[in-house]
């Protein structure tokens, strides 16, 4: 592996995000949705294996004292490899000092647990589609 971690949205082929997101079971828009999401956010993270995009992430953030973690993906055959750490950990150090939230797809709870993620006790959601969003047990 020739991995290498890129945070600029330049030269991104954007038809990959979703295909990704979706491989990984995860919510997924329109290449066009995707790309605006990415560069409209605080920070971004692209990692490749040589020029082949492997996994991505990004945040939202005031940069102060609040941040949030969105769209952390790797492809599959990458797992296990400490990919996701990185992209992790690339993102939380643009936003040092913020408290940090996220979205963890299920099953993954595990692997942000070991990355001092905890559980919320406390939190809302307002979903465009509430009550998909309750079939899939993302809310009560």
């Known amino acids: 592996m020739n991995i290498r971690v890129d945070k600029s949205c330049d030269n991104v082929d954007w038809s990959l995000i979703p295909e990704i997101l979706k491989l990984g079971g995860m919510g997924y828009f329109d290449t066009e949705t995707h790309k605006k999401a990415f560069e409209n956010s605080y920070t971004t993270v692209f990692v490749y294996d040589n020029d082949k995009l492997i996994g991505f992430g990004r945040?939202?953030?005031?940069g102060m004292y609040q941040g949030a973690i969105y769209d952390v993906a790797i492809l599959s055959q990458y797992q296990g490899k400490g990919i996701g750490k990185l992209i992790v950990n690339t993102i939380l150090e643009?936003?040092?000092?913020?408290?940090v939230i996220l979205y963890a797809a299920k099953g993954k709870e595990g692997f942000y647990s070991s990355l001092n993620f905890r559980r919320m006790k406390t939190g809302m959601a307002l979903f465009n589609n509430a009550e998909k969003m309750k079939e899939k047990g993302f809310t009560e």
């Open 94 to 99: 643009s936003i040092q000092g913020c408290n």
């Open 59 to 62: 945040a939202l953030s005031d």
